[in-house]
């Protein structure tokens, strides 16, 4: 190469950096958005604590008993005695009539009397005395809660059918007598076992709605 030539020179490429965004950037939004939900859900935690025991037994009991969803037990309430229309329950033990009463926390007292009495006169009647051991009674904070629970030794209804025994008539009788005199409405659960259905037009759901149904009357 001739001295007289200058020499070729390389392209240079200058990459300039943008000034970072400043410090106000958008995450501010999310944390105000948090301290907001936060706010709302300790202003409505305050608003059912200032309420009265009634009002918060309610709300309570709105989220413990949502209708039938996968999963949960259908609820019956039986007009007759207060309450609306019934809707059949599942399980994978047999269970039949369980009047609640879940709007009356005052009459605790009363309640634990109707127990002791129903008690009382099951194991005094020779013909229900048998079965006294099915009979679960207890009072919550719902109300006062009786579960009829079948065992192989006794069945409250014919395998598989709606059909009341005799003892399971007599006991319901007396179970009635003595839930006439709370003030509570009632609530009654039907309940069957997993035993399948060659019919598809006649279910579990189906005999459940029939057996609380036929506790009703």
């Known amino acids: 190469m001739s001295p007289s030539q200058p020499e070729p020179t390389e392209p240079r490429i200058i990459k300039k950096k943008k000034g970072g965004e400043s410090g106000h950037g958008g995450a501010w939004k999310v944390a ?7 706010m709302m859900a300790l202003f409505i935690v305050l608003w059912i604590m200032a309420q009265s025991q009634s009002i918060r037994n309610n709300v309570a009991q709105y989220f413990k008993n949502p209708g039938i969803l996968p999963g949960a037990t259908g609820v019956m ?3 007759d005695m207060g309450g609306d229309m019934p809707t059949p329950g599942h399980s994978q033990e047999v269970q039949t009539p369980a009047p609640i009463t879940p709007d009356m926390p005052s ?5 634990e009397e109707v ?3 129903i008690s009382e006169i099951i194991a005094q009647l020779p013909e229900i005395s048998r079965i006294k051991d099915q009979v679960e009674i207890e009072v919550t904070d719902e109300g006062l809660r009786i579960e009829l629970l079948d065992r192989e030794t006794f069945h409250f209804f014919d395998v598989g059918s709606a059909n009341v025994k005799g003892e399971t ?3 319901l009788a007396l179970i009635a007598q003595e839930l006439g005199k709370l003030p509570n409405r009632l609530i009654i659960e039907g309940h069957t076992d997993s035993r399948p259905y060659g019919s598809q037009n006649y279910t579990n759901w189906e005999l459940s709605a029939d057996r609380a149904n036929a506790a009703r009357r």
């Not at 105000?32 to 936060?38: G, I, K, P, S």
Request: proline share 0%; hydrophobic share 30%.
């Open 169 to 171: 008539k007599n006991l």
């Open 115 to 117: 127990k002791k009495r």
């Open 107 to 111: 009459d605790r007292g009363s309640m």
């Open 77 to 79: 309430e039986t007009s």
């Open 32 to 38: 105000y958005a948090d301290f907001v939900t936060a």
